[in-house]
């Protein structure tokens, strides 16, 4: 009894988490989560712990700094709404959405990988439309753009039935929910690629814009003297069952700000070949100059899962 006694006694001094000291802050909160059941949490809460605690004293993080970090965290929620994700935008910034993206995708985090960042602009209820249809639905500016697009699989075979989203923003600059003078959906569609793993659309050529900038995201960019502007570019999100879902964008090849993103997400492989057309345009309609972009997309076996939309 008196041995059982004294090891009960020797595991409770062991757990006691009064402070003794500044450098027993973090063993004792590591020893405090230690029992979670969830193996993950323990591993993913145990290196953050470690990070956040070597970051503070490599840092040697003031009172006041540490305000301003949770201030900007709260403002950071406060400034998310249905329209507009501020998290994702701040996480995109930072280059954090790209380094995560570029880790769990591709071979090994290659670049080469067609994936890209979410952004916090997709819509999951975009309008289904037929395929070699329009994504125009409200007077838009900008030269015409047509489309061709096919997906396969990593040996090259197509991929019928793959349920592609695409949006974009309009040449004014605007994501259509973020403009009251664009029509509902306007530049957003949901394709089906045929036996040939195939779609094709009409659209306008995308022209960069800047990220908004009157949350916590634009006044870090200020502070650290950095253009808002992200480069033109496509968003494509591939989903069918037995493949990964496949999230990505395609950038305008001579966009001023390709080699300056201000997300960091443009890689080699995801500049496109935008090419002036020449002759008449495929439909009658069009006046000036017109565009044709052509890309091939690769899904790599996996799990088929679709992301939380940023916004509603």
């Not at 003297?225 to 069952?241: C, M, S, T, W």
Request: glycine fraction near 8%; aromatic fraction near 8%.
């Amino acid at each position: 009894m008196a041995a059982k006694e004294a090891a009960v006694g020797a595991e409770q001094a062991l757990r006691s988490h009064i402070i003794e000291t500044e450098a027993a802050v973090t063993p004792v909160v590591l020893d405090a989560m230690s029992r979670a059941p969830n193996a993950r949490l323990r591993e993913v809460m145990a290196s953050f712990v470690r990070h956040m605690h070597a970051f503070a004293r490599e840092v040697r993080l003031t009172e006041d700094e540490f305000e301003l970090g949770l201030d900007a965290l709260n403002r950071i929620g406060q400034a998310t709404n249905d329209s507009h994700n501020e998290a994702v935008l701040f996480s995109d910034v930072i280059g954090f959405s790209t380094l995560v993206c570029l880790l769990n995708n591709g071979q090994n985090g290659a670049t080469e990988t067609a994936a890209a960042l979410l952004g916090p602009f997709w819509r999951i209820n975009s309008p289904a439309t037929a395929n070699g249809g329009s994504i125009i639905r409200s007077p838009t500016p900008g030269p015409a753009l047509f489309a061709n697009c096919r997906f396969t699989d990593p040996e090259g075979r197509p991929l019928a039935g793959v349920e592609v989203d695409i949006w974009q923003a309009s040449p004014v600059g605007l994501y259509e929910n973020q403009d009251p003078d664009q029509a509902e959906m306007n530049l957003r569609g949901k394709f089906t690629t045929s036996a040939e793993g195939c779609i094709s659309f009409r659209s306008v050529k995308p022209a960069g814009y800047p990220v908004p900038t009157e949350g916590p995201a634009g006044e870090l960019l200020h502070a650290q003297q950095r253009h808002p502007y992200r480069p033109a570019h496509l968003h494509f999100l591939g989903y069918k069952p037995g493949y990964k879902t496949l999230i990505t964008q395609v950038f305008v090849d001579d966009d001023q700000h390709l080699e300056s993103d201000v997300v960091f997400g443009v890689t080699r492989h995801l500049i496109g070949d935008f090419r002036l057309g020449e002759g008449p345009a495929p439909e009658p309609d069009v006046e000036g100059p017109w565009y044709l972009f052509d890309y091939v997309f690769v899904m790599e076996p996996g799990e088929a899962k679709l992301p939380v939309p940023p916004i509603r």
